[in-house]
Nanobody, 130 residues
Framework: QVRPMESGGGLVQPGGSLRLSCAAS????????VGWFRQAPGKGREGVSC????????YYADSVKGRFTISRDSAENTVFLQMNSLKPEDTAVYYC???????????????????????WGQGTLVTVSS
């Protein structure tokens, strides 16, 4: 099954930075809405940031505004999530989601049900701890 692949997770101290990557093989991310979601232990999956290549629109959850930046590289067919000033509450498994049907980034990032998105990556763990 074709699916996006995340990388870049790891252990970082509070205040540190990480960059996550969502790479696609076999399909062009420029034709899809792409989102980063996260799921902490015992909690539901939440939209962190989403991007649509067709109009360049982006969305950020209030909890990450000013700290996280989503971007894309068409040549690499990859979407990145730069995470700065990380906090312990950012600890979670981060998933890349890809779907062509969402007309707005707000709609995509509002998704809470896994079945509402066409493709999910396998997830990458981010742990923020001293």
């Amino acid at each position: 099954q074709v699916r996006p692949m995340e990388s870049g997770g790891g252990l970082v101290q509070p205040g540190g930075s990480l960059r996550l990557s969502c790479a696609a093989s076999g399909f062009n991310l420029d034709y899809y809405a792409v989102g980063w979601f996260r799921q902490a232990p015992g909690k539901g999956r939440e939209g962190v940031s989403c991007i649509r290549s067709s109009d360049g629109s982006t969305y950020y959850a209030d909890s990450v505004k000013g700290r996280f930046t989503i971007s894309r590289d068409s040549a690499e067919n990859t979407v990145f999530l730069q995470m700065n000033s990380l906090k312990p509450e950012d600890t979670a498994v981060y998933y890349c989601a890809v779907d062509p049907k969402f007309r707005t980034v707000q709609a995509m990032c509002a998704v809470t049900a896994v079945e509402s998105v066409d493709m999910w990556g396998q997830g990458t763990l981010v742990t923020v701890s001293s």
